[in-house]
């Protein structure tokens, strides 16, 4: 099988980076497509990939700041075209499946469908654009949805990564899909499980406003109940602010520090809607509960009762009386860590794994 990978941008880490590092070492040979590429923005590993960038790479300033940019990238991606590969991976969240393959099928790893376009509502809000701005985007987004819909159509195989995005992908784009969930390293967490469990509950996030990181500071600030709060982001200062004693701010937690920080904690806390989310699987990895938003990917990664809770309003009341009822010694160690192994990696790689061989066979039998 020759396979080729696309990713949409790479000058950040996060959760579709994870992804995009797990698909390099299960296919070393494949090329890398993406539009942008900032080695100094992501772990050495990058630099070691073969990756291809677009003409986009060398707009001023796109490194930093790729959001303005936004109208370009259909453009960008419908300009090329992807020949010599059985299979075109496609690790989207934003327009890359809108390449074209020649001589292959595009099976599309969906993260997300893009959310400027399906979802600008929400995104104008938590990015705070004033209202002239809402107006000016709202014809180009329209414009941009129809594209986007249109180069869905092109996708040969989706591929969702949770019961969430699989129906986002039914309602948006009109197409079935498979779930298949994204890649956690069980072990690695595992391996740090302590019966000496801390008097901390722990969030470990980007510190930007869809996190909604506020709900877990104010929560505990109001109930006085200790919180330890990684990772580094623009609403640091504002969380700061609404943050009582009881509440600490850890900054950036180094890889290596991670699974002892989360081993230790009463509870891991996960306040926002998110379409997956990997860092409640590492908490019941590390033998540890969750205490989630009852949406979004917590609705697969967590069982209520069994390996964490969910609050099923996104307030600060509906949280605070959540964890005013949660008592961690519920909660078996074996049985979270049992639900987060059906989340390891070896899964991933194997269901990915047979799914694109079945593609295979199939396109050639035709």
């Not at 390099?24 to 590429?37: K, L, N």
Request: hydrophobic share 45%; glycine share 8%; with cysteine.
């Amino acid at each position: 099988m020759k396979i080729a990978l696309v990713h949409d941008w790479l000058n950040q880490m996060g959760g579709a980076e994870d992804v995009l590092l797990e698909l390099a070492r299960m296919y070393p040979d494949s090329p890398i497509y993406t539009s942008i590429f900032a080695p100094e923005a992501l772990p050495p590993a990058f630099a070691q990939l073969p990756i291809q960038t677009l003409w986009m790479d060398k707009l001023p300033a796109i490194h930093t700041h790729h959001q303005p940019y936004l109208p370009l990238y259909p453009l960008a991606w419908g300009g090329l075209t992807v020949r010599g590969h059985d299979v075109v991976l496609t690790n989207k969240s934003g327009f890359c499946h809108g390449l074209r393959v020649e001589g292959g099928v595009q099976v599309c790893y969906c993260l997300a469908p893009t959310r400027y376009v399906w979802q600008f509502e929400h995104y104008v809000a938590r990015e705070g654009l004033g209202g002239l701005v809402q107006a000016a985007l709202r014809p180009l987004v329209a414009l941009m949805k129809r594209w986007d819909y249109a180069a869905a159509q092109r996708v040969g195989h989706f591929i969702a990564i949770s019961t969430e995005i699989q129906a986002r992908i039914k309602q948006y784009y009109d197409r079935d899909s498979v779930i298949i969930f994204p890649p956690v390293d069980t072990d690695r967490f595992a391996a740090a499980r302590t019966d000496a469990v801390g008097d901390y509950y722990l969030v470990v996030s980007r510190l930007i406003p869809y996190k909604r990181i506020d709900l877990a500071v104010r929560a505990c600030t109001a109930l006085g109940l200790p919180l330890k709060v990684g990772g580094r982001g623009r609403d640091l200062e504002s969380l700061k602010a609404i943050a009582g004693p009881t509440v600490e701010f850890l900054g950036y937690v180094p890889d290596d520090d991670l699974p002892a920080l989360m081993a230790g904690c009463k509870a891991f806390l996960f306040p926002g809607l998110e379409d997956f989310g990997i860092t409640p699987v590492q908490a019941q990895a590390a033998g540890r509960p969750v205490i989630a938003y009852g949406g979004g990917g917590a609705l697969d990664t967590v069982r209520p009762g069994v390996t964490g809770e969910l609050f099923d309003a996104m307030t600060v009341e509906a949280l605070m009386a959540t964890l005013q009822a949660f008592d961690p010694a519920r909660y078996d160690p074996e049985a979270c860590q049992a639900h987060a192994r059906t989340f390891d990696t070896r899964v991933f790689r194997a269901e990915l794994g047979a799914f694109l061989h079945h593609v295979t066979a199939d396109s050639q039998q035709r």
